[in-house]
């Protein structure tokens, strides 16, 4: 995407954050089930990446895909979202390990709810860097790599949807296609699960008029700063206006451009290197 259909994108999340997610199209389908696992889980995407409270590095902050065990109607939803660029283009090695990884998480949500504890903080699957994967089993070195060099291609043309839209808007949607969802809800066991569901819902409607003037500001921001901000992920933008990015002086933009320069021009002779072998 360029500039103003990234922006259009965040003005769609704030204005109804379910439509920014959709079913899984026929071929994803069909690819996620060549896989040597079955997965009983609610699949959407989406076109955007998701962004996080967590950043060192250029792109830590964030991810191709999200699992949360989503509340609705009474019922839970093992919800996972995964980028749609990344279904298209990523190996059936990589796609398992992604799967895996989100669907341990819901396993753990399940069990936290169970115990009527509230503990419904998503889980993204990371890029590692790539001294993270020098010693990895071969297998999982290609998945790391893989990973690593699809953000490396798509951080810079992709939307954003900041974690909090990301379990709102799947909530939202999850609401909206109730019934052709249906079969896959999973009733509560206990009266405590169910609390630690209610809990879940009050928390995230609650928290929405002040996440949509925080998220409102931020896009005016993005618009009156296009040119400083050219050089960086709409996913790590969102991250860092909650740290001091709206406060930054032109030379403190200069910087920030250059440190993501230098990285993404690290990470592609990175890439050619690894194509060339």
């Known amino acids: 995407m360029n500039f103003e259909a990234k922006v259009a994108f965040q003005e769609q999340i704030l204005k109804d954050p379910s439509s920014v997610f959709m079913l899984l199209k026929p071929n994803h389908i069909q690819k996620i089930g060549q896989l040597k696992q079955h997965f009983e889980q609610t699949l959407l995407e989406t076109d955007a990446l998701f962004s996080l409270h967590k950043f060192e590095n250029p792109l830590d902050g964030s991810s191709f895909a999200f699992a949360i065990r989503q509340y609705a109607r009474g ?54 860097h790539e001294s993270k994967f020098r010693n990895k089993h071969p297998t999982e070195k290609n998945v790391a790599i ?7 291609n798509h951080a810079l043309i992709s939307p954003a949807i900041p974690r909090y839209y990301a379990e709102i808007g799947s909530h939202l949607f999850v609401c909206k296609y109730f019934d052709s969802l249906r079969n896959l809800a999973i009733f509560p066991k206990s009266d405590l699960e169910k609390t630690s569901g209610e809990d879940y819902i009050r928390d995230i409607l609650g928290r929405r008029k002040i996440a949509d003037q925080q998220f409102e500001e931020l896009i005016v921001f993005i618009k009156q700063n296009r040119k400083n901000l050219k050089h960086i992920p709409f996913c790590d933008i969102v991250f860092l206006s909650l740290h001091g990015l709206k406060s930054l002086t032109r030379g403190g933009f200069y910087k920030l451009g250059k440190r993501y320069q230098s990285f993404f021009t690290r990470m592609k002779m990175y890439r050619e290197n690894i194509q060339m072998s």
């Not at 893989?146 to 490396?152: N, P």
């Open 146 to 152: 893989e990973d690593m060099l699809f953000m490396v």
């Open 75 to 128: 019922f839970f939803f093992n919800t996972v979202i995964l980028n749609s660029k990344y279904l298209e283009c990523c190996s059936l090695d990589g796609l398992l390990d992604t799967m895996t990884h989100e669907f341990q998480h819901l396993i753990e949500s399940e069990t936290l709810d169970r115990k009527g504890i509230y503990e419904h903080a998503s889980t993204e699957k990371l890029p590692e």
